[in-house]
């Protein structure tokens, strides 16, 4: 017994201290050029470099398992690659110049002066950031001339491209997080934004005497993230770390949706005539009926009925041994509960102090496509099937970790 824990003990340190190399060369597609001064970076990490005069780069990753490595330049298609788990020596990435699609948005853009930053802004850093105003607050994006804003009446959506990667300083997690920018729709119709980016992540200059402020509000982040929630599958430690799970079926509040829709394109049909324009609903309604009826509505609750029955991570979870991932599969909705007061690492706070919600939080998750994801061990999943909304959700880039964030240090 005491042999068998003593390898389980070296087999679990030669893990942690396992590193990989990645070597490569980024030329371009047509002409084969090699290509300096191109960001290579594992994406949602603080792991990137950029390539030499040759086009040579070399990445030292400290953690295991499938990764994606992405390879950016300003007038460069963005590439990502899946990377297996192993080490590559001559790792070849060809890039494809930019096509006129971007041009021909910035040219619809200047069509109509109006859709800027200083109209958009706001609506935009608000969806992007998130819903947690402590954390969004504390996030500026520092180059938004590079962004462009083009709302299209006909189908209420406003889309978002970058002419180069956005800069946002994350003063409450200590981060500059680069953005590459792929896509950004937000519909007014139905309240649905589709979003596609890759990020790269820096630690900003500070003084040590603020580094255990930034290493609680990291902690915060972390409690209740996607990424704890994988990484508790990953270790099946669910119950210990506060999630439960649920099979989930509801009965929608149609009224509401409804509702709700009339209210998201009345937004939208004020934007598009006014900069950042009252959307109070007074402001959006003249009757006062209706301004009451909708509040009403509004406030009830998005389903009607519900009917929940809890579930085991051993049900819905198999590792692969050969892998070293964890299968994460389901066919329907499910539920994830987290409470921050059953979770071990969660701080004990005293009845009068201040610190993170001990709010409970839902997460709602249901397959796209069927087959389920392979979890890797810091979270990490490549199959990008999972449609997710809820708590997790709505963070967003004010609460994102990068993915060798480890809780245990700074």
């Known amino acids: 017994m005491k042999k068998y824990l003593l390898f389980l003990l070296i087999f679990s340190s030669s893990v942690a201290l396992a590193q990989r190399t990645i070597k490569g060369q ?38 295991n398992g499938k990764m994606e490595l992405v390879a950016s330049h300003v007038i460069y298609k963005k590439k990502t690659t899946l990377l297996e788990d192993a080490n590559y020596d001559q790792l070849l990435i060809t890039l494809q110049a930019q096509d006129n699609t971007l041009k021909e948005v910035i040219i619809k853009a200047k069509k109509n002066k109006e859709d800027n930053f200083r109209k958009w802004g706001d609506l935009f850093t608000k969806i992007i950031m998130g819903n947690n105003l402590r954390f969004a607050n504390s996030c500026k994006i520092m180059n938004p001339d590079e962004l462009v804003f083009y ?42 934004l589709k979003v596609n980016y890759s990020t790269f992540f820096e630690d900003l200059v500070t003084h040590s005497q603020k580094l255990p402020a930034v290493r609680i509000m990291r902690k915060e982040a972390y409690f209740g993230s996607q990424m704890h929630f994988m990484r508790s599958i990953y270790n099946n430690t669910l119950t210990k770390d506060g999630f439960s799970i649920y099979h989930y079926r509801s009965i929608k509040n149609k009224e509401k949706e409804r509702v709700n829709k009339i209210v998201q394109n009345r937004i939208a049909e004020r934007f598009a005539d006014k900069t950042n324009p009252n959307y109070d609903l007074k402001a959006l309604f003249s009757s006062n009926d209706t301004v009451n009826y909708y509040k009403m509505i509004l406030k009830q609750d998005d389903n009607l009925a519900l ?66 994801v392979n979890i890797e061990r810091n979270g990490y999943y490549p199959e990008l099937i999972l449609f997710i909304y809820g708590n997790m959700s709505e963070r967003r880039i004010s609460q994102l970790l990068p993915w060798d964030y480890d809780p245990d240090k700074i």
């Open 26 to 63: 980024v030329v371009d597609e047509k002409t084969k050029e090699t290509l300096p001064g191109v960001s290579v970076y594992i994406n949602n990490s603080t792991i990137g470099t950029v390539t030499d005069s040759d086009g040579k780069f070399v990445l030292n990753i400290p953690f």
């Open 151 to 192: 709302f299209d009446r006909d189908r209420n959506e406003l889309a978002v491209y970058a002419k180069s990667p956005l800069l946002v300083e994350n003063r409450l997690l200590n981060y500059k997080i680069k953005i590459d920018l792929e896509n950004f729709t937000y519909s007014f119709g139905n309240d649905v």
């Open 307 to 372: 009917d929940t029955s809890r579930t085991h991570s051993r049900k819905l979870a198999v590792l692969n041994r050969q892998e070293g991932t964890v299968k994460l599969n389901f066919a329907d909705t499910v539920m994830i509960k987290y409470q921050p007061l059953l979770d071990f690492r969660f701080p004990k706070l005293s009845e009068n102090s201040h610190g993170p919600s001990t709010k409970l939080q839902y997460t709602f998750m249901y397959p796209i496509e069927s087959g389920g």
